[in-house]
C-alpha cells in the first residue's frame, strides 16, 4: 500500500508528514500525520507512538496543537496520528451530529448499517495502518516497539485497543479518556449507533468491562491516566476514570497511575502540559 505525501513540515529537527492513502478497511482515502524524529533521518530505526484523537479532530489537531514532537524528538520517537473516522463514505446522518458518524468513529468496527461498510476504525488503527507505514517506512519504524495514547474517544481507543491485543503494545495512556463509555452518553449514542443496543455487545469496546479479566504482561498495565479537575466533561460524568480506577483494583491489576491535574480542562492546553511526560511514560518501556 502506498502512501501519498501531501506535504514535510521541519518541526523540532524532524519531519512531519502529511498522509494520504486508500484504505481497505474503511473503503476511503485516510488522512494520516507520521513525525520522524532526527533519530530516524539519520539512518536510526525508532520506536512507535501511536496517538489517538478525540471527538471532532483531525490528524492536524495534537500534531499543531499537542506538543508532542518536542519530547518525541528529544526522545528519538516517531508519533503516528490517524483520523478519527473515515471521511467521504456519504452515508445517511454522517454528518448530522459532532458525536457520531464523521469525525466520531470510536475506534470500533461497526456491526449495524449502514456503518459497518466503512466505520471499520478498529481494524484500521489496530491492524492495517501500522502495517502500511511499518511496510512503507522500514528503515525508520521499528514495529516491534510500539506504544499508544489519546485524548478522550482517542483515550477510550488507547486503552481498549491495548487491553484488546495484549503484547501489541508497550505501554499505554491517556489524557482525559471515555473510559467507561457504556455508562456514559457519548458511548450510549456511539455504541448504540454502531453496534446497536445489546449491551453485552458493548463490553468488548468498553476499558472498565475489558480490566476485568485482561491478562498482560505479569499484570502490570503499564497505564499512565491524566484527568483535569476542571474539565467540565469529567464533572458531567462523560469520562468516568473513578470507574476505571476501581475495575482495575478489583481485578488485582497493578501500573495504572492515575493523576487528577487540579484546575486542568479538556482541551489541547492541558494536553500540551503534560505531553512531556506521556512521551517520557511511552520510552521507558519502547527503550527498556
Not at 501500573?255 to 512521551?279: E, N
Request: with cysteine; aromatic share 12%.
Amino acid at each position: 500500500m502506498s502512501f501519498e505525501t501531501k506535504a514535510t513540515i521541519t518541526t523540532f529537527g524532524g519531519k512531519l508528514l502529511k498522509l494520504s492513502h486508500q484504505s481497505s478497511s474503511t473503503g476511503t482515502p485516510m488522512a494520516v500525520n507520521l513525525y520522524l524524529p532526527p533519530a530516524a533521518l539519520s539512518g536510526s530505526k525508532v520506536p512507535v507512538l501511536i496517538y489517538l484523537s478525540g471527538l471532532t479532530c483531525t490528524p492536524e489537531n495534537c500534531s499543531e496543537k499537542g506538543f508532542f514532537q518536542a519530547a518525541a524528538s528529544r526522545a528519538g520517537i516517531a508519533v503516528v496520528y490517524p483520523d478519527t473516522s473515515p471521511r467521504g463514505a456519504n452515508l445517511p446522518g454522517e454528518t448530522d451530529s459532532w458525536d457520531f458518524g464523521a469525525g466520531a468513529g470510536f475506534y470500533v468496527d461497526a456491526t449495524r448499517d449502514p456503518w459497518r461498510a466503512h466505520y471499520r476504525m478498529e481494524t484500521y488503527i489496530s491492524t492495517e495502518l501500522p502495517a502500511a507505514l511499518f511496510a512503507a517506512f522500514p528503515s525508520q519504524l521499528d514495529g516491534d516497539r510500539v506504544s499508544i495514547t489519546g485524548h478522550s474517544m482517542g483515550g477510550h481507543g488507547a486503552l481498549t485497543l491495548y487491553l484488546k491485543n495484549p503484547g501489541k503494545y508497550r505501554s499505554v495512556s491517556a489524557f482525559a479518556p471515555i473510559a467507561n463509555p457504556s455508562r456514559c452518553p457519548w458511548g450510549e449514542k456511539a455504541f448504540a449507533g454502531y453496534l446497536g443496543p445489546d449491551r453485552g455487545a458493548w463490553a468488548a469496546h468498553d476499558a472498565t468491562e475489558l480490566v476485568r479479566s485482561w491478562a498482560g504482561r505479569d499484570d502490570d498495565l503499564r497505564a499512565l491516566v491524566d484527568v483535569g479537575t476542571g474539565d467540565n466533561f469529567y464533572k458531567a460524568g462523560q469520562l468516568l476514570p473513578e470507574n476505571f480506577e476501581k475495575a482495575v483494583k478489583e481485578a488485582g491489576v497493578r501500573g495504572l497511575t492515575l493523576r487528577y491535574q487540579p484546575d486542568y480542562d479538556h482541551s489541547y492546553y492541558f494536553m500540551a502540559t503534560f505531553s512531556q511526560d506521556h512521551v517520557d511514560h511511552a520510552a521507558k518501556y519502547l527503550f527498556a
